[in-house]
């Protein structure tokens, strides 16, 4: 082929990709889309040339180049989405008339007219949807989280805890709270930075990682602590405004009843701040902030005044290097006094990083905003931890008395003072020995008021860290539980999901909350109330490093956070440390917290809600599938591990659910079921999208069978099976045994269809498989007539499987690809409980035990536990109890639990004229005409035309077998007409000697007119069972 040259008249800027003018502009083209252009093909060049520039041809396919709109799951405002072409219109015959819609994606009314033209310039008329507020990284989430930390401990228990495990240790303290608290922040950065995040916070990270399970019951528990949360800040607000109030008389009922009242109008103004909206609540927050750091700059300005001799009373000397040496060390004072004690206190201010996470769904840039405004917050403070408790332990003694007289005379001895503030001209030895000192960082939980330039700052800093962190959980509590509503995990909860206003605002939330904090504030104990709530943010914190380290360890290709500055061996340690402190805070409080994430999580493992969030739980099964299957080509296959791994020739499952059934019941939860399904037709997308189709995977699943499901197109069904005979499986993982059902309308079919279907079994005999062949009185086919691109299935009525060209070509759509609904569950024979019933075996010829084999996997199931096997063999009638001796020897140490055996001497006699006649008459019209005058005709078809013709010399050839099988039908009429399974060694019809036809009217008549359901089994001719123990 000669190509064109530049002096042709062709560019190639002519023929880039373009985007259609329905997708570009949002406007759909008038009297629909045209596709013509895009399906022309090259001509000539000169064709090319003459079009011009405008042209539409071949090379510019429906290709497009890569563009947002391709990924995303939502529209832009004010353009029509763009969409992805498919594979098939890139690579179909322009001229086929049944290619699918341009786009795959997209609904018929946006490319088939567009509409009235009239609606869409209303629509382009329309104002864009009002933007919600949205925050950065600073007030949205550095703000919030400081806030959060901060709390009443850092303002009234620091100073204590300073005191009780000296600066040295505190620091040691303040710094494995924040290791524990920064590894949970990187962890959260990493998973927050995998994908855009939406609303729903520490509880959207969780369950989109790790899963439903583990994420719903966090979720749950996460809101309900921070609803509680809410009730302990306030009651800590309302207990130092008792304490103001107390100080100046004004008592209104008594101590908790004053905290009560105060818990609940607080609660009530903070619940009206919320709820008029996330700006105002960020507003109030920007407050609060403010107030907590002009009362640190008091404090800071405090530590630096010289001391007021009312002050050095009270144990403040200013900056003191033998202070600071007195306090560094610990001194353990009460019970608690301990280590342990001390940081079970502490920890909980640290707690609080995920109040920014907890509104990712009002931030701007929730992927930079939460790892930037976490880990800075944690930093920030971390560092005003460590400065207050430097300072504090630098400036006041651990004990004073508040006494002015208190100073150290010229009469007393020095050498009887005893205390460090001996130095500065204090003697505070007797309130010391006597335990009465009621100032010092040990004694006096207000010091940093007392330090502080203007002390009523400091308590405006109370308020505000109480206030703000009530404020953050209230927020906090709603958005997630919300977004835990939406997802629809658990029932009844759907209610409070609802959103209002721009910012889809869960007032609902918000009042559930409300509740909840008010029922726990009107407990008024602080200390009753904490242990619970630090253990359950302790939980989530365990599971979000989890969450990280297990999206690290699964080496998922979907993970991959563009926060680098992470370690999953610093997830799992963070993980663990949380579950240990758990449990040195409040062991019976850690074993609550995991026993509810464990009720909730066995829940959602029994409900098994319909969400797919591609978890790293998914991601981690995928692994441990993949090297189990590949460890297993390891190890050699050994008789004792023999599991019968059925391939079932179902057609679509929900036509033939008794034979699902039955192989159900010898393979569940023990070996491997699949079941097949071949689409006859040509190869096309609406082929196979019915092959691969998940809706017979969600039939299987609602039935609760556990089998893979497998699929193929093919043009004839033989080949078909063919396929999956020999690519069903994975590694060592594949099917040994063929199941299908009996063809009963192989003689009103074409014969070419009985030769297929007898040609199947040669092939799985080939393959080494063992065969089955179900048969039931009333057939396994449930559904109506089946379309014509849909397997034929082997059990009667009007399905027929055609050799001749027509049937090869059929083209159908997926319309009408299936007849029956997937949600209907017909009953079946096989769900029933059997009873004590019979299941009778008629091991005829050995076939390596399988015959055997499955009546013993039956009885292991509970509906048929109740049955008794009763094994028939062939034998001898002078020799009939010796044999049966023999027989039940050899089962007795196979170890199947048979104990009933019979000797059947009578199968060897002839059958009755009249069944031998009946089956005459059956093979009749299979019969080729051997007339000597024909022979010498051109007419008459040659064997290897018809191989399922029968000679006369096939029928004298096989006369034994036919015989033997009308016979044994006798024998099953008069022994097994109320089993409720009968199975039977299936006999085997030699290649090339047996013909087709011949074979199928072995099985008809061997298993014809029977009550129960026959299976026919054959193993492959190798051991199945040993009685050896290796």
């Not at 806030?147 to 401990?153: P, S």
């Not at 809101?223 to 008389?249: I, K, P």
């Not at 840039?365 to 939460?370: C, D, E, Q, R, W």
């Not at 299936?818 to 076939?847: A, H, M, R």
């Amino acid at each position: 082929m000669e190509l064109p040259v530049a002096s042709d008249g062709i560019h190639l800027a002519a023929f880039k990709p373009r985007v259609p003018l329905s997708v570009a502009t949002g406007k759909a083209t008038p009297g629909g889309f045209n596709e013509s252009g895009y399906y022309q093909c090259y001509g000539d060049g000169s064709s090319v040339a003459s079009n011009g520039s405008d042209a539409l041809t071949g090379y510019e396919t429906l290709d497009a180049p890569p563009h947002y709109d391709f990924y995303a799951n939502t529209e832009v405002w004010g353009r029509r989405r763009r969409f992805r072409p498919s594979l098939y219109q890139l690579y179909a015959n322009p001229e086929d008339d049944s290619r699918p819609p341009m786009y795959e994606e997209t609904t018929g009314e946006r490319m088939e007219g567009g509409g009235d033209s009239s609606e869409e310039d209303e629509d382009e008329q329309k104002e864009p949807p009002p933007e919600p507020t949205r925050f950065g990284w600073i007030q949205g989430v550095m703000i919030r989280c400081m806030l959060n930390i901060w709390g009443v401990i850092l303002y009234l228990r620091l100073p204590w805890i300073t005191a009780q495990a000296g600066i040295g240790l505190t620091w040691v303290i303040i710094l494995l709270s924040s290791f524990i608290t920064g590894i949970t922040g990187l962890s959260t950065s990493a998973i927050a930075t995998n994908g855009k995040v939406k609303g729903g916070g520490t509880y959207f990270l969780i369950s989109r990682s790790l899963g439903p399970e583990l994420g719903g019951s966090i979720g749950l528990i996460f809101a309900f602590a921070n609803a509680v949360a809410v009730a302990m800040h306030t009651v800590g607000f309302a207990e130092t405004v008792t304490d103001l109030m107390r100080e100046h008389g004004a008592v209104m009922v008594d101590t908790i009843n004053d905290i009560r009242i105060i818990g609940i109008i607080t609660v009530t103004c903070l619940l009206g701040i919320s709820m008029a909206g996330m700006a105002w609540e960020s507003k109030a927050q920007v407050l609060f902030f403010l107030v907590i750091m002009v009362s640190f700059a008091s404090y800071i300005v405090g530590t630096i005044i010289p001391a007021t001799p009312e002050k050095q009373a009270k144990g403040f000397f200013s900056y003191r290097a033998d202070i600071f040496a007195d306090n560094f060390v610990p001194s353990w004072r009460g019970p608690g006094g301990s280590f342990f004690g001390m940081f079970s206190i502490f920890f909980p201010s640290a707690t609080g990083i995920l109040a920014g996470a907890n509104i990712s769904g009002d931030l701007k840039n929730p992927t930079v905003a939460i790892p930037r405004g976490t880990l800075m917050a944690i930093f920030w403070t971390t560092t005003s931890y460590l400065i207050i408790c430097a300072t504090i332990g630098s400036c006041v003694v651990r004990d004073a008395s508040g006494l002015l007289n208190d100073t150290l005379s010229s009469s007393s001895s020095s050498e009887d003072c005893i205390s460090v503030a001996c130095g500065y001209g204090w003697d505070f030895s007797e309130c010391i020995k006597n335990g009465t000192c009621t100032f010092g960082i040990s004694n006096y939980y207000q010091s940093m008021s007392m330090v502080s330039a203007f002390s009523p700052l400091i308590t405006a800093g109370i308020f505000g860290a109480t206030l703000s962190s009530a404020l953050a959980c209230l927020v906090s509590a709603p958005k997630v539980f919300q977004c835990l509503c939406k997802d629809k995990l658990y029932p009844v909860i759907g209610f409070f999901g609802k959103g209002y206003g721009k910012n889809d605002e869960p007032l609902r939330g918000y009042l559930l909350t409300y509740i909840i904090a008010a029922c726990f504030i009107l407990i008024a104990e602080l200390n009753t109330i904490a242990p619970i709530i630090s253990n359950f943010f302790l939980c989530s914190y365990s599971l979000i490093n989890f969450s990280c380290f297990h999206a690290s360890i699964t080496n998922s290709p979907g993970w991959r956070p563009s926060f680098r500055f992470y370690s999953k061996w610093l997830s799992l340690l963070g993980a663990v440390c949380c579950v240990v402190i758990m449990f040195l805070l409040t062991w019976w409080a850690a074993l609550i917290a995991f026993g509810v994430v464990f009720f909730l999580l066995g829940y959602t493992l029994y409900k098994r809600p319909a969400v797919n969030w591609g978890s790293s739980v998914q991601a981690g099964s995928y692994n441990i599938a993949l090297n189990q299957c590949v460890g297993l080509n390891h190890v050699e296959d050994h008789v004792k591990n023999y599991r019968p791994q059925c391939l079932v020739l179902t057609g679509p499952p929900s036509r033939r659910p008794a034979l699902v059934d039955l192989v159900s019941c010898f393979t569940k939860s023990l070996s491997l079921m699949m079941c097949g399904n071949v689409v006859i037709t040509g190869p096309s997308p609406g082929a196979v999208k019915e092959a691969s189709s998940d809706r017979h995977v969600s039939w299987l699943n609602q039935r609760k069978v556990k089998s893979f499901y497998r699929g193929v197109v093919a043009t004839e069904l033989r080949s078909g099976v063919n396929m999956l005979l020999q690519a069903g499986g994975l590694g060592r993982i594949k099917p040994n045994v063929l199941l299908t059902g009996f063809k009963k309308d192989w003689r009103s079919d074409t014969p070419q269809a009985a030769h297929n279907y007898i040609g199947i079994l040669h092939d799985a005999f080939d393959l080494q498989y063992g065969v089955c062949v179900l048969r039931m009185r009333e057939g396994l086919d449930v559904s109506h007539p089946p379309q014509s691109h849909v397997n034929p299935g082997f059990d009667g009525g009007p399905e027929s499987i055609s050799s001749n060209s027509a049937s090869s070509c059929i083209r159908t759509s997926i319309t009408s690809s299936i007849s029956i609904d997937p949600e209907i569950q017909p009953n079946t024979v096989f769900q029933k409980n059997q009873g004590k019933k019979t299941i009778d075996v008629y091991w005829l010829s050995d076939d390596g035990g399988l015959t055997l084999l499955l009546p013993y996997l039956l009885t292991r199931r509970k509906r048929w536990a109740r049955c008794k096997v009763r094994v028939f063999v062939g034998g001898e009638t002078d020799k009939k109890e010796e044999q049966k001796k023999e027989v039940l020897a050899l089962i007795k140490k196979f170890r199947l639990g048979f104990h009933d055996v019979e000797v059947l001497p009578d199968i060897y006699q002839n059958p009755q004229p009249v069944n031998v006649h009946q089956f005459e008459n059956m093979v009749g019209r299979f019969r080729r005409n051997t007339n000597p005058k024909q022979d010498s005709d051109s007419g008459p078809p040659t064997q290897q035309e018809e191989p399922w013709m029968i000679t006369d010399q096939d029928l004298e050839r096989n006369k034994a077998k036919s015989l033997r099988q009308i016979r044994l039908n006798e024998v099953l009429q008069d022994y097994s007409r109320e089993a409720a399974l009968i199975v039977i060694t299936m006999p085997v019809g030699r290649r090339g000697v047996c013909p087709s036809t011949l074979f199928m009217a072995w099985l008809d008549f061997l298993s014809r007119d029977l009550r129960p359901p026959v299976l026919l089994v054959r193993g492959n001719q190798e051991n199945v069972l040993t009685f050896y123990c290796q």
